[in-house]
């Protein structure tokens, strides 16, 4: 890492939610009137919807960790916002109206949530290939750490993020001691099969940058993470997925508080690249989450309550199917990188 990148993690730190802080910033709006009095062009070509091939579900923001750079504001203390299993039943009735062939369970740390495992064995039953978000750490938590047997039992893609295969870099951002948590986790999963090219068990890594800068070529971060992981600490995994992060949320705050933010929007608009829209994400999902004290879609044109579903119209009639997504209005960021 040069000078300049070293720098920039000065600021990015582990810390508290936004929300148990009462700042401003954890209100969504707040955040839109931050970003919107940017001198930054809007980008005026609207993105088009894909049919919907992946439902993504998230369970709610209770996390064991808090990351500076968290997009949804997820910690220990965000007890409140946890999917019920009444909602997690109006989830899956839904997903039964779609044709998507994969579940993406997210969070927070998913498996938190008291009817995750619930939720994973009805997807199953169903025949959908289903991903776990991941943190890794979770896995060494109590109720937690038998899952990575009970995933690989079901044939659950384990999808973790994991900033950077260097300890400096990974605890920055998400914490002390993170990233030796991190490695015996990867090493628990490794044990029962995960990230040894069996399609079955396949084990992603995710990263984003530790800092007011975009990522790297990920084919050939792909390669220098695998033989670093393994020649140092002996464990593997099947492939990386870089991501950009999100000018929103609590790296936002930070952005704002280390004077960068206005140098990354400028970033993100100075590297859109037209070509990354074809596989952009969202543009084939179906997003439900918690908004109490319903759930409601994102990336559909029509809004999509289970809770405000009559359980008669449910059970008598065959519902419609849900609408590919429309026009998805995603916040600009979006289409940098
Ligand atoms: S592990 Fe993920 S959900 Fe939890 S605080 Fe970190 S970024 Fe947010």
Request: charged content about 20%; hydrophobic content about 40%; glycine content about 8%.
């Amino acid at each position: 890492m040069g000078a300049v990148e070293t720098a920039k993690l000065i600021g990015p730190r582990a810390t508290t939610s936004l929300v148990s802080r009462a700042s401003p910033l954890a209100s969504t709006l707040q955040q839109l009137a931050t970003l919107k009095q940017l001198p930054i062009p809007d980008f005026k070509a609207p993105l088009k919807p894909a049919g919907i091939d992946i439902f993504q579900i998230n369970v709610g923001k209770l996390c064991n960790m808090t990351c500076r750079h968290c997009h949804v504001d997820a910690g220990p203390d965000r007890t409140e916002e946890m999917m019920s299993r009444e909602t997690v039943d109006q989830c899956l009735a839904a997903l039964d109206r779609t044709a998507a062939g994969v579940v993406d369970i997210t969070g927070g740390a998913p498996e938190l949530n008291p009817h995750f495992r619930y939720l994973v064995d009805q997807c199953v039953a169903r025949g959908k290939h289903v991903m776990d978000r991941c943190n890794l750490t979770v896995l060494l938590t109590g109720p937690c750490r038998d899952l990575p047997g009970w995933f690989a039992e079901r044939g659950v893609e384990v999808v973790c993020s994991l900033p950077h295969y260097r300890k400096r870099n990974t605890d920055l951002q998400r914490g002390d001691g993170t990233f030796e948590k991190s490695i015996e986790a990867l090493t628990r999963l490794n044990a029962v099969g995960y990230g040894k090219s069996d399609p079955r068990l396949r084990l992603t890594l995710m990263h984003n940058p530790v800092g007011a800068f975009l990522a790297g070529d990920r084919a050939s971060m792909e390669k220098e993470w695998k033989a670093g992981l393994k020649a140092n600490h002996g464990v593997s995994f099947d492939a990386l997925i870089a991501l950009n992060n999100m000018p929103i949320s609590r790296f936002l705050e930070w952005l704002e508080i280390s004077g960068n933010l206005l140098a990354y929007m400028e970033l993100l608009v100075n590297a859109y690249n037209p070509a990354t829209v074809a596989g952009l994400m969202c543009r084939n999902m179906h997003i439900m989450r918690m908004a109490a004290p319903r759930i409601f879609a994102t990336s559909t044109r029509r809004s999509f309550s289970p809770a405000r579903s009559s359980p008669r119209a449910t059970a008598s009639a065959a519902p419609p199917a849900l609408a590919a997504p429309a026009v998805a209005r995603l916040p600009r960021a979006c289409l940098g990188g």
